[in-house]
């Protein structure tokens, strides 16, 4: 097989979840696109097996089992159409940048949403200074009241005392950087 040689060497190139996608989860800003689109780049390249410059379904089935994730064809075929904005069933660049920032977003919304819920105020929807007291004694910080209300007044964007949910996400993406 003549093409054996090229696709080794290819395999032998490391792709892990590049450290910037995540580590750069403190802002959605503009200021690290620059970056961050090289190494999209990179990405996109490597998924792209045969450099027409648009993912296919097996190509993108292929790199994930690389990367140690399962996918049949039809999971692979399904993640391209959701996601292919011009309908010739391949990812363009464009496209794939949406996935896996969609898939970064994803995560991060679902962390924060588990977290907002362990200190919400039962039924209020919101973190008070009593809930964050509690949930924090719970988790052996013991923390007074009063200490709660100083932190929330850090992150209390709007002033009204508590912590709604995109308060509490700006303070764990603040705490994150
Ligand atoms: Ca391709
Ligand atoms: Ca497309
Ligand atoms: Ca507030």
Do not use: W
């Amino acid at each position: 097989m003549p093409q054996s040689s090229a696709h080794k060497s290819k395999h032998e190139i490391k792709i892990v979840k590049s450290p910037s996608l995540s580590s750069s989860s403190s802002s959605s800003s503009s200021s690290s696109s620059c970056s961050k689109s090289l190494d999209m780049q990179r990405v996109f390249n490597y998924f792209d097996e045969n450099g027409d410059g648009k993912i296919s379904p097996s190509e993108l089935r292929r790199c994930m089992q690389m990367l140690g994730q399962e996918m049949s064809d039809e999971e692979a075929e399904t993640a391209v159409k959701v996601i292919d904005s011009d309908g010739d069933g391949q990812l363009g660049f464009n496209d794939f940048v949406k996935l896996v920032e969609a898939e970064d977003e994803e995560d991060k919304g679902r962390d924060i949403k588990e977290a907002f819920k362990v200190y919400e105020m039962d039924g209020e929807g919101c973190i008070t200074p009593t809930s964050l007291s509690r949930t924090l004694g719970r988790l052996g910080e013991d923390r007074s009241v009063e200490d709660c209300s100083q932190m929330i007044r850090r992150f209390d964007l709007n002033g009204d005392g508590v912590l709604s949910f995109d308060e509490f996400q700006t303070m764990m993406l603040a705490s994150r950087s």
